[in-house]
């Protein structure tokens, strides 16, 4: 299951061909190298776009949430077995 | 000039897509619920399929099935969003595309075919490489080559997971024969049930029933469309999609709570706020409605109404007033599982009013606009809806019976 953190990170990526790609987060003062974006999707919430990151990182599948408007970066959720 | 129609259907979409998005799922049997709590399964994974749970099965029939599948609530936000893309991506093929539900949709090439595409199993191929190049690997779909939507349709249904199929000349009569009803666009259970009873499983035998009896069991109406079935002809319901609909005719809302509600606050709470949801709807598209409808079910009992105004309204104190008015009508107060809200006769051109009461809430539902949209549709509402972490949200059907809205455009 999914189980819910939502609490404020710092991303590092890249933009290649008009998409970012997070490689890094860091969480928690530990760095989480990207190995995997699985799935990005584009979002509203009211008119506020957020762009959903799922990623694999140190062997787990995390969901990170980028606000467009605020600019502000989230992990929101963890895969748990 | 022939018709050239593709249908593309993506594999199990719900599952795929959050097996796409989880590594650690990939491979196992996967139920989707529609949320936490929820006890029907709304799609199932290729690999719980295999086991024989399907959509719809209950979860606890699933878990006795294959003890080992997991359940996942639905993103219907990210379904919304890859659907999208790969309407972009169909978009890129030819200019005439039609998106038949979430997860399906119809593609005409006849005008590009000879240039652009005279192999269409090919195109077929390059479309499966495009959906799997935008929304991942795991990402496998069907597609259907056909000379009518409704054979497209069928052949994407009935070719193996993951392949092009295309209807000849030479398989067309076959595939007619072994197609079960199940599979065919257009022919409900109920009719499907009827037809098993004359001994009629297949498309194909329908050509063996004398027309006189056909039409003397089925009206003329359905002998019409069961002969177009028989011989693989676009029916009534696939020949709608070419009719140009200028905006949405209705917007409702329904759901089905996780107990029974007995609570009349709680009940007309849950009303106003599947009503919150309707009115940003149709303000959004700056419609306005005459007609308001009630429904609710439980208990195996089931109770609507309806009232026809005299002029249309889209204001959410509006809308509330005639629900309650509606509420008031309902006498058999038996407990309540689904609850169910529409305002339809939606049409644009209606008339705003000049007395000064109507241009106050006017003023008031076009600040509660402006806010909602900005931060979200229920930041500002009402007071008496149900509390903060029970809240309705706006969410997709499968079927995208709200395409025209969801997507922005008539598809």
């Not at chain 1, 299951?1 to 890094?24: A, R, W």
């Not at chain 2, 849950?270 to 919150?276: A, D, E, Y």
């Not at chain 2, 089931?302 to 002029?311: A, C, D, E, F, V």
């Amino acid at each position: 299951m999914y189980e819910e953190i939502n609490e404020d990170i710092s991303v590092i990526g890249i933009y290649k061909k008009h998409h970012f790609s997070p490689k890094k987060f860091k969480w928690n003062n530990r760095v989480f190298p990207v190995d995997e974006v699985t799935l990005s999707n584009d979002v509203r919430d009211g008119m506020i776009k957020k762009r959903l990151y799922s990623v694999v990182a140190s062997g787990n599948l995390y969901r990170l949430e980028f606000n467009r408007e605020s600019e502000q970066w989230k992990i929101l959720e963890v895969w748990v077995d | 000039m022939k018709k050239t129609i593709l249908h593309v259907d993506i594999n199990s979409y719900f599952a795929t897509i959050l097996q796409q998005e989880n590594p650690f799922l990939r491979g196992k049997p996967l139920g989707v619920i529609k949320d936490v709590g929820r006890t029907c399964l709304i799609a199932t994974s290729k690999e719980a399929k295999e086991k024989g749970i399907g959509t719809g099965v209950g979860k606890s029939d699933a878990l006795t099935i294959c003890p080992d599948i997991t359940l996942i609530p639905a993103a219907f936000n990210r379904y919304l969003d890859t659907t999208k893309r790969m309407q972009k991506v169909f978009r890129n093929i030819s200019p005439s595309v039609n998106i038949y539900s979430l997860d399906e949709a119809f593609i005409d090439v006849t005008h590009c075919r000879k240039n652009l595409y005279p192999n269409v199993l090919e195109l077929g191929e390059m479309i499966q490489d495009s959906i799997k190049r935008e929304l991942g690997s795991w990402v496998t779909s069907n597609v259907g080559v056909a000379d009518s939507r409704f054979m497209a349709k069928m052949a994407s249904e009935t070719a193996p997971k993951g392949e092009v199929f295309e209807v000849t000349a030479e398989n067309r009569d076959l595939i007619l024969a072994t197609t079960e009803f199940k599979d065919v666009c257009g022919v409900g259970f109920a009719l499907a049930r009827k037809l098993k009873l004359l001994g009629v499983t297949v498309p194909y035998q329908i050509r063996f029933i004398p027309e006189e009896d056909l039409s003397s069991l089925f009206g003329p109406f359905w002998t019409k469309e069961l002969l177009k079935v028989a011989y693989g002809e676009e029916t009534h319901l696939l020949s709608q999609l070419d009719r140009k609909v200028e905006h949405m005719k209705s917007v409702g809302r329904s759901i089905t709570g996780y107990r029974l509600y007995r609570d009349q606050t709680e009940i007309t709470n849950i009303l106003k706020n599947l009503c919150i949801e309707i009115v940003s709807k149709v303000r959004k598209m700056n419609l306005a409605g005459r007609q308001v409808r009630l429904g609710l079910y439980g208990q195996n009992k089931y109770w609507s109404t309806h009232i026809t105004l005299k002029n249309p309204i889209n204001h959410l104190n509006d809308l509330i007033h005639w629900i309650n008015i509606l509420y008031q009508r309902w006498e058999d107060k038996f407990p309540v599982i689904k609850f169910a809200v529409r305002l339809s006769l939606l049409r644009e051109d209606f008339q705003q009013e000049l007395l000064p009461s109507w241009q106050k809430h006017e003023a008031i539902q076009k600040a509660m606009d402006l806010v909602n949209n900005k931060f979200g549709i229920f930041t500002l509402h009402p007071a008496a809806v149900p509390p903060k972490n029970e809240l309705i949200y706006p969410e997709v059907t499968g079927f995208l019976g709200d395409k025209i809205y969801q997507l922005g455009e008539e598809t």
